[in-house]
């Protein structure tokens, strides 16, 4: 089992991150719980449109939810699993489904290891705060 700041290294951009806390101001809650907050509470849904669109053969569906979680993904710093929902956008954008079930399978286990990482993430921080 891998550190906590190893884990998240490898599932979210810290760089990404330290450009949040560029934007953050002093006195202000912290910006990284707010947006990964924001990001772990939305998020879910998106993945379970991709899953459903994806299960459905809704291509339609598949392209806003996945391009929804592209933009936010990438937001927050989790670069793969943007990468992973542009593919998945870029199928749902073409009417090609061929290959999407794994994909979002793929997808759906990113996403678990960003949401651990995003709660590692926002916990250090807290403490730090303290």
Request: aromatic letters at 2%; glycine letters at 10%; charged letters at 30%.
């Amino acid at each position: 089992m891998k550190e906590g700041g190893e884990v998240i290294s490898d599932v979210i951009d810290r760089s990404v991150l330290a450009s949040l806390r560029e934007l953050q101001d002093e006195g202000d809650p912290d910006i990284v719980a707010e947006v990964g907050g924001l990001f772990i509470k939305h998020s879910p849904e998106k993945v379970n449109a991709i899953m459903q669109s994806v299960e459905n053969g809704d291509a339609r569906g598949l392209h806003m939810a996945a391009h929804s979680l592209k933009s936010s993904s990438a937001y927050v710093g989790a670069m793969r699993l943007s990468a992973l929902a542009k593919e998945l956008e870029l199928m749902g954008r073409s009417n090609s489904l061929e290959g999407s079930r794994e994909l979002a399978q793929k997808l759906k286990t990113e996403f678990m290891l960003v949401m651990a990482a995003l709660d590692v993430e926002i916990n250090e921080q807290g403490k730090g705060r303290l």
